[in-house]
């Protein structure tokens, strides 16, 4: 799991994403109240935030890493506790679905 800050180029993508959240869930089409999981959102980078253009993935669909954001024992206790709630919470979330890749 990479930290909030990575920037990453997605397979078959030609602009940089800078990594804004992890394990967003959102709600889905069919029923709100169902959640709908991705690894990460994103922004184009070096733009930042337009809220309209969020982008949303996962780790398989990263190519490259070319910055890794900032780490510290917050960040390595935080990771270690989304572990463990991700092998309890996981199989109860559906996976969303990746439509393409990006400019």
């Given at each position: 799991?990479?930290?909030?800050?990575?920037?990453?180029?997605?397979?078959?993508?030609?602009?940089?994403?800078?990594?804004?959240?992890?394990?967003?869930?959102?709600?889905?089409?069919?029923?709100?109240?169902?959640?709908?999981?991705?690894?990460?959102?994103?922004?184009?980078?070096?733009?930042?935030?337009?809220?309209?253009?969020?982008?949303?993935?996962?780790e398989e669909n990263i190519d490259k890493v070319v910055f890794e954001g900032f780490k510290?024992?917050?960040?390595?206790?935080?990771?270690?506790?989304?572990?463990?709630?991700?092998?309890?919470?996981?199989?109860?979330?559906?996976?969303?679905?990746?439509?393409?890749?990006?400019?």
């Amino acid at each position: 799991m990479l930290p909030i800050g990575s920037i990453v180029y997605l397979r078959e993508g030609t602009s940089k994403l800078m990594i804004l959240n992890r394990a967003p869930i959102l709600p889905s089409e069919e029923n709100q109240e169902e959640g709908i999981w991705y690894d990460y959102s994103g922004c184009f980078y070096p733009q930042g935030l337009n809220p309209a253009k969020v982008y949303y993935f996962y780790e398989e669909n990263i190519d490259k890493v070319v910055f890794e954001g900032f780490k510290d024992e917050e960040e390595e206790r935080f990771q270690e506790l989304f572990q463990d709630w991700l092998q309890e919470e996981k199989p109860n979330i559906k996976k969303g679905t990746i439509t393409g890749p990006m400019e």
